[in-house]
Every structure is written in structure tokens, then in C-alpha cells.
């Protein structure tokens, strides 16, 4: 298995220090940054490229949403886990693209949960043909299996509805299809259980 490389972004060294520990004791997880200021936090993770980035949301000049937004902006495609002492932010976090929310003190089995359904929501889907998508690519492929249109994958995966259409685009020319209907005719033909598309993607 690829091992999985994460940053840790928190103003509170000591929650760092504490979920760096844990990290360490999961399998195939490996920490490869960590930084207490979010501004010098987003120039690592833009050159680190990792794959999860754990981002407090409460930090000094910038909150955990500021810092998401920013670096989605810039093309960043990590997957993102809010870790925070407030409970309250969680929906909101939720809708602006956090992949799961923990509460501090991180409990290693919420931990545990959130880093295996990464791992299945990751490595569970099988692209035919060889079609070499990116990681985005097949973000946006699930989620226009499922019937959403542009706008809604924009407001899920937090990007602009015209870098969607972009990726649709990319998707569309890598498989050789003129149409997302076509794609998805493909994908239940000769890929899905039942007719069901999205079995492709459990």
C-alpha cells in the first residue's frame, strides 16, 4: 500500500505533538510536516504536496477556512481533516470541503474511523481502460456518476463551477467519449453491478 503523507496545521504545538503520536501509530500513515502558523503551514503544504493535511480551525489571523480556501485556489488537491476543540463548526466545515471533523482530545478510534474510510474512499476506485486519471479527476467522475451537475460538485469539492467543467472536459477527452451520458453508459455497461454506477465507487 502507498503510504499515506500528512501535515499537521495547529497553533496549539502540544495537539500537534499529541496527534503526530498517534499518526505514527497507524499503519501505512506517515507525518511529513507540521507547522503552528498557518501562513508558513500553506507554503509547505503547496511544496510537500501531502496527501492528508489535519488543519485546526480556530488560529491566529487565519482560520482553518481561510486557510482551505486559499489552498484549494492555488490547486492544491490534498484531502482535508479539521481537528478543533469546537464542536460547532463541524457542519460548516463539512460544507466548505473537510473531508471529516474531529474533536479535540482526539479519541485514536475516531481517528482511526476517519483514516480508514480515506483509504476506502481512495483506493476503492477502479477507473477501466486505463484512463490515468488524477486524484481530482476522479473526484469529480464519482461525483457526476451520481448525478451531480457542475455547480453542485463545485459546491462539494469547494472549487469554482468553471474549474468543473474544466476537469469534465479532461475526463471526457482521456476516455474518448463526446458526452458525460456516454461516459456513464460506458461505466454501467461494462463496469457497474446491477446497472448501479455507483457500485464502482463502494
Not at 18 to 34: A, I, S
Not at 41 to 58: A, N, Q, S, W
Not at 109 to 138: D, F, M
Amino acid at each position: 500500500m502507498e503510504t499515506i503523507t500528512c501535515y499537521l496545521l495547529d497553533d496549539a504545538i502540544l495537539d500537534n505533538d499529541y496527534l503526530e503520536q498517534l499518526l505514527k501509530m497507524q499503519n501505512g500513515f506517515m507525518v511529513v510536516g507540521r507547522k503552528s502558523c498557518p501562513q508558513a503551514g500553506m507554503k509547505e503544504i503547496t511544496r510537500l504536496k501531502p496527501h492528508l493535511v489535519f488543519v485546526d480551525i480556530v488560529m491566529p489571523r487565519m482560520t482553518g477556512f481561510d486557510v482551505i480556501r486559499e489552498l484549494k485556489d492555488n490547486g492544491c488537491i490534498a484531502t482535508f481533516i479539521f481537528v478543533s476543540a469546537h464542536c460547532q463548526y463541524a457542519i460548516k466545515a463539512i460544507r466548505n470541503g473537510a473531508f471529516d471533523y474531529l474533536v479535540k482530545p482526539i479519541d485514536v478510534e475516531e481517528l482511526r474511523h476517519a483514516l480508514k474510510r480515506y483509504l476506502h474512499c481512495t483506493q476503492s476506485i477502479q477507473i477501466p481502460y486505463n484512463w490515468h486519471l488524477t486524484k481530482r479527476e476522479k473526484e469529480v467522475l464519482k461525483l457526476v456518476a451520481d448525478g451531480k451537475t457542475s455547480k453542485q460538485i463545485a459546491d462539494i469539492l469547494f472549487l469554482s463551477k468553471y474549474t468543473v467543467d474544466i476537469h469534465r472536459k479532461h475526463i471526457l477527452e482521456k476516455c474518448g467519449c463526446c458526452s458525460s451520458s456516454e461516459l456513464i453508459s460506458i461505466l454501467k455497461s461494462q463496469f457497474g453491478r446491477n446497472g448501479q454506477v455507483t457500485d464502482l465507487f463502494s
